[in-house]
């Protein structure tokens, strides 16, 4: 497979966007064919790698009933280098779209055709099934089905599959689509019974034209909303007692002066959970006022936990949204979107939805624009400079 070169795709027209970059169609000269194009967002090796290993597991896949990838594609950016992958384009787009555009309580879809596309995804799973070792997908749903022009079955989003001899457990999927063992250990490793649950459902929402468990999107939401910060709560609570008692085996040896007991130890523990707790705060002065805030690991779980906060406070959204663009964390398409309504908290709301899908590196990139433009407000999401952080409610 050689990569096409620069120049080689024209009339490119945007399909989608993600996490892992934009989706376009486009024409190859050298194909001499309509083509889908997934260009990579941003230079991280993670997401390259990522990439590539879409790319070895689409090649490995190579069955009639999975989207074949045709080529590889640089295109540089300024100082930049975009990589895509050159898939095939298919015409009537996903399963999904075809049930979202026709009311599948009708006979729009017919029974012949519902019929075809669960047996096509069947032959395709059995394929990857019984390579050496198994491929497993791993988010089989009707987003991932896509059809041709005459509506034949192309499996596709490979960036989850994984090899059966992996000793990575799976962290992601499409949560309705997963079977329960997946969510009862961290240590869960995906089998060919993930996928074939996942078909299970397929089946069912082909045959019903609904979607499973409309309710658990809006559920985790509510549930993230009002645990999220308990659980943060629990955490520094732990902290500060493992400091305390650390420092309390220390005094309590010194004034023993026991053999048994080594206060050194006590005091490097003690002194190394407060630098951690220390850390977790910091203060950040933009134009001369200082904010305190709460320096999350998780800044996706951050902005869920005030995603209705921040659009309800309205803040001045314009210069975010140019520097996400300057840093290369919008494309012009995204930023075309989200200003296609006039209403700012539309704007916001469709902000942070796309900044979550991208990941923790995108969202930590919003709270430094946030705090540098609406230091106040992040002040007012995180912890008053005169509140003990570890009793917050």
Known sequence: MEPLQAGDLEKMDQLGWGGFGTVYKGRSKKLSRDVAIKFLRGQSSDKFKNLMNEKDMMLKANDTYVLRVLATYEKKVENNVEYGLVMEYMHHGSLHLLFDTFDSNDDFVPWALRFQILHQVALAMTFLHSLTPPIIHCDIKPQNVLLDQFLNVRLTDFGLAKLETSVLSSKAGTLSYMPPEALESVDYKPTKEFDVYSFGILTWSVLSGREPYPECANLLEKMNEQYAGEILDVVFD?????????????????????PNLNPMRADIKASRIEQFINNSRRDTTMDGVTVETIVYEDAERFLRINFAAIIKAKPEWSYILDELVSQSIFTDE?????????VVQEQIRETLIMIMKQGKESCRTLLQLMNRHHPSLMRALTVPANVDPFHRR
Request: proline fraction near 0%; charged fraction near 30%.
């Open 238 to 258: 732990v902290l500060k007692k493992l400091k305390d008692y650390f420092s309390k085996v220390s005094n309590m040896a010194i004034e023993m002066e026991s």
């Open 334 to 342: 995204q930023l075309a979107h989200v200003r296609s309504s006039d």
